[in-house]
């Protein structure tokens, strides 16, 4: 926010008075100070965004909401409100905007920008948990975002006069509603009274008040997880290092708190529009937050998630663009990449790891591994034998059980000896250019020349899986991670002659305006839209109006990641894999993995990875994780310790460098090895944990790792910036608080009024008063090797007790190996958890049918553990049950007075019994039956 410039008479401390040059001086210092800081504000605003929080004066502008309503339908359960544009009327009724904290364009209806004479709005619930509300043209046809996936969302058949959407009695019939849920009493959670309302045909103004102190979400972005009072813009585009700007992925959903309300509710706001975008946050006048969205094209598509617990709110979310997608158990160890690598270093990854025994699961090839970086193709210098190689890792005798991770890029290189070119050519399935009648739009990469591929055109995902098959028999790969399709593009729009080919002839295309999109009267990025994309005017196959760049750039991502996903599928049949897409958008985690790319080897770009990754959680992304150590810039010794301490506790754990930097390895110190390895260790240690989660979340929605006050909602202490920030939880379970400073060794921890555990010790340390309303905070050591992570009272956590003293180098040596059962009970002596065992990698079906896997459940009460078999693999299967070699129980010495029993229920058999030997403390000794099934 600008600063009011407090202006002081200056005064010496020599008591001559200063000559009359040296005052003039002065003046004329200040004065130019002044118009710099003019001239910089009217800069920013010419650009057509403002400055994070600019301060405007009163400003008069054309009627803040021209519509009326005209008539109320309702039908079906479906509530339509067709509105009347009242402008021409309201012409001269200005409205006044004082100290108003955003960038408020002035729009005028031209012969390119229509305003519709009538709207209509149509209003539906569904659920029962969350209603949608439309503005669509009734006249003309506007751009609708499609959707995905099959959505497991429904709308009401009966008429809800329940529904939360309410008109203001307006004597003037002015078209304002307020939105209420049965859980709010008489609070709105949304105000639109006195809000701007816009609708043109490039430019679309959606304005609200919310009853929430608290807004997350809108990404991708770098910044801190609460979202600030300021402008953020939602443009695909791929910006390392700059947090200014518009990043790989667009997700325009905002969770905010409840303020109103008691045991502070929580909401959700899902804007589902591709267009470019700028949503605002600010305070009114009197206080209250305010929310704006600015697009410049499709519809405004507002979906509304009723009040309730922060997981509910995802969960309903994640129903409406699509659950996240399971990968293989392998994607959740260690994964290493680096750019410029080649077979020699893959080899010597491989040999460094094993000898010092530091687990690894899988190898990620960079662009170089394609010839002259043509997508599906293997560079037969610097990866000849890459398939001999992979071969040599997928097999047992080897010893190795390694994956290998190929890259894809969507770009395509002209090249007229080029396979997938010409047949991409010759299908007729690349974007096309505006500018130069029935020929594809030809951009620059750093491949060369490149085209894009058109997942509008019916024969491009038929293609691609082509490439995808053809590769897969060149490499044997495991996975896929897709590369550039932000689309990354070196032209800004249109090519030169230069850039591309000399031919600088062309036929103008006359049913596309190449021209169309270059004069919007606004524009909600820092930058224009073409800046390292393609031409607005680039079209698709199929709808000549709306299939434009213009519309669908931010598409490209969750087009490329669903083509690979499907072929992927039909590639391994029943078997998991990996997709990870470095682009993203709404729904993207229904079928791929993400990375934060582009990240540097700075302390503060660690810490931004923990925003990163709660935001992608919120966004339906939960396997997601940043490059440990940075892509870019090198990192000290100590950070790169650090990141590995943090870096075990990403969903995604990734090892990813650039090739200007050292080597940022598990291996690249030696003295430095044994704590990294140890983090690894923890890593493996509790990855049949994680997985369960990730296996939950698959089926029901919801955030993996979430915020502290996820768990701790009334707790004003778990809102605080340095909390929300440097910290997170893992499923309600772990509470992982790492090392954020250089030379650290200590951290002081807030600790929610509950009971807490030391993972590392298993002791106690803090317990839950239920007289106190806010928890404490701790001094605990943190050395170097060591970061600090609490197990929640009331939790069951399943734990590779061996991993750290055996010689674990994968997930699959996990598959046999000896489970912990962690118990923490809570004040209450109560305790609960899950977990997944999957035997053959093969995709779960969320009908539970499967056989090819187990999914336990435990709880503690009353000093008895029951371990119930929900559902999988019937008892009468061949297969043994899992070695439950140890349970402990945090808080139970009691136990070493008398013997207690685990019992072992299956639901389609009889119950079964498993006793546990009394030992010291509260340790017990599984007798595990060989002979049980």
């Not at 897709?482 to 031919?503: L, Q, R, V, W, Y």
């Not at 080897?601 to 935001?615: E, P």
């Not at 920030?725 to 030379?743: C, H, N, Q, R």
């Not at 509260?922 to 007798?927: H, L, Q």
């Amino acid at each position: 926010m600008q600063e009011n410039l407090d202006y002081r008479e200056f005064k010496s401390d020599s008591k001559a008075p200063k000559p009359t040059w040296y005052k003039r001086v002065m003046i004329v210092a200040a004065v130019g100070v002044v118009l710099l800081a003019v001239t910089v504000v009217v800069l920013l605003l010419t650009v057509g965004r403002a400055s994070p929080d600019p301060v405007l004066d009163t400003i008069k502008l054309p009627h803040h909401n021209p519509y009326f309503v005209a008539a109320v339908l309702r039908q079906n359960g479906v509530m339509y409100v067709d509105l009347k544009n009242e402008r021409k009327r309201l012409e001269n009724d200005t409205k006044f905007y004082e100290n108003s904290s955003r960038y408020i364009p002035i729009i005028r209806e031209t012969h390119d920008n229509y305003e519709p004479k009538r709207l209509r709005v149509i209003v539906r619930d569904h659920d029962g948990h969350m209603s949608q509300l439309q503005y669509v043209d009734p006249d003309l046809p506007r751009w609708h975002v499609p959707y995905y996936h099959n959505r497991s969302v429904r709308a009401e058949s009966h008429a809800r006069n329940g529904s939360g959407f309410r008109l203001y009695n307006d004597v003037n019939g002015s078209f304002q509603w307020y939105y209420k849920s049965a859980l709010t009493g008489n609070v709105s959670i949304l105000d639109t009274r006195d809000c701007r309302l816009q609708y043109f045909d490039k430019y679309l103004e959606f304005e609200t008040r919310v009853d929430s102190e608290y807004i997350y979400g809108m990404g991708e972005r770098i910044h801190s997880f609460h979202l600030k009072q300021g402008n953020y813009s939602l443009w695909n585009r791929y910006n390392p290092q700059n947090s200014d700007s518009e990043q790989s992925g667009t997700h325009p959903f905002v969770l905010g708190r409840l303020t109103s309300v008691a045991h502070h509710n929580f909401f959700g706001l899902y804007m589902h529009n591709s267009n470019a975008m700028l949503f605002s946050v600010w305070k009114d006048r009197f206080g209250q937050s305010m929310i704006n969205y600015k697009m410049v094209g499709g519809v405004i598509d507002l979906y509304i998630f009723h009040s309730g617990s922060p997981q509910q709110i995802l969960r309903k979310y994640h129903s409406v663009i699509g659950k996240p997608y399971l990968p293989a158990a392998w994607a959740m160890g260690l994964q290493w990449a680096r750019k410029g690598s080649n077979v020699r270093d893959f080899k010597n990854v491989i040999k460094e790891h094993t000898k010092n025994y530091i687990p690894i699961d899988a190898l990620w090839a960079d662009e170089e591994m394609n010839e002259v970086r043509k997508t599906f193709t293997v560079n037969n210098y610097s990866f000849r034998g890459l398939k001999e190689l992979v071969d040599g890792m997928h097999d047992d005798e080897w010893g190795i059980n390694m994956k290998f991770v190929a890259i894809a890029n969507p770009a395509l290189v002209k090249d007229s000896t080029y396979k997938y070119y010409l047949e991409a050519v010759k299908k007729d399935s690349l974007i096309k250019s505006a500018l130069h009648y029935e020929r594809p739009y030809e951009g620059f990469t750093s491949a060369g020349i490149s085209v894009w591929l058109d997942f509008f055109a019916h024969n491009t995902s038929l293609i691609w899986a082509g490439g995808l098959i053809d590769m897969h028999n060149l490499t044997s790969y495991d996975g896929v991670w897709i590369t550039g399709n932000e689309i990354e593009n070196k032209c800004n729009g249109e090519c030169s002659s230069f850039e591309t080919s000399a031919d600088d002839s062309y036929v103008p295309d006359p049913f596309h305006n190449a021209s169309e999109f270059d004069h919007l009267q606004f524009r909600p990025t820092l930058e224009p839209l073409e800046t390292q994309a393609l031409p607005m005017a680039g079209y698709h196959e199929g709808n000549n109006l709306h299939h434009k760049q213009f519309f669908t750039h931010n598409l490209f991502s969750i087009q490329s990641a669903k083509a690979t996903f499907d072929a992927l599928s039909a590639i391994f049949e029943s078997k998991r894999f990996l997709v990870a897409s470095r682009s993203t958008w709404a729904g993207s985690g229904h079928f791929s993995s993400h990375w934060l790319a582009g990240n540097s080897g700075t302390w503060k770009s660690m810490v931004d990875s923990i925003s990163g990754i709660l935001n992608f959680n919120m966004f339906g992304i939960p396997h997601v994780g940043a490059p440990i150590g940075g892509f870019f810039l090198n990192c000290s010794r100590e950070l790169l310790v650090r990141w590995f301490e943090l870096g075990a506790y990403y969903p995604l754990m990734l090892s990813y460098s650039n090739y200007n930097t050292y080597n940022k390895d598990a291996f690249a110190f030696p003295e430095m090895i044994p704590f990294i390895k140890n983090a690894i260790l923890e890593r493996y240690a509790l990855i049949r944990f994680m997985y369960t989660k990730m296996f939950e979340a698959h089926l029901q929605g919801g955030a993996v790792v979430h915020p502290l006050f996820f768990d701790f909602p009334n707790d004003e202490e778990a809102y605080r910036r340095d909390v929300v920030d440097k910290t997170f939880m893992w499923a309600s379970s772990l509470y992982v608080v790492p090392s954020v400073f250089p030379g650290q060794t200590t951290s002081r921890v807030y600790l929610p009024n509950w009971t807490w555990y030391d993972l590392r010790t298993l002791e106690k340390i803090t317990d839950y008063d239920p007289y106190a309303r806010r928890g404490k905070y701790v001094d605990l050591d943190q050395p170097l090797g060591h970061i600090n992570v609490f197990i929640k009272g009331g939790t069951i956590i399943p734990y590779h007790m061996f991993a750290k003293e055996a010689k674990i180098m994968n997930t699959k040596d996990l598959e046999y190996a000896p489970i912990r059962i962690l118990v923490a009970p809570d004040f209450y002596g109560r305790a609960e958890g899950n977990m997944v065992v999957d035997f053959e990698n093969v995709r779960i079906n969320p009908d539970f049918n499967s056989n090819t896997y187990r999914y336990y459940s435990f709880t503690y009460m009353n000093k008895a553990l029951n371990i119930t078999k929900l559902a999988g693999l019937d008892i009468s299967a061949e297969r043994k049950y899992e070695y439950f070699q140890e349970v402990y129980i945090t808080d139970g010495g009691e136990l070493a007075v008398d013997i207690r029993y685990a019992c072992m229920v299956d639901r389609r058999s009889r119950r079964k019994e498993l006793q546990f030997l009394r030992g010291t403390g509260s340790r017990m000794i599984a007798i595990y039956d060989e002979g049980y099934n």
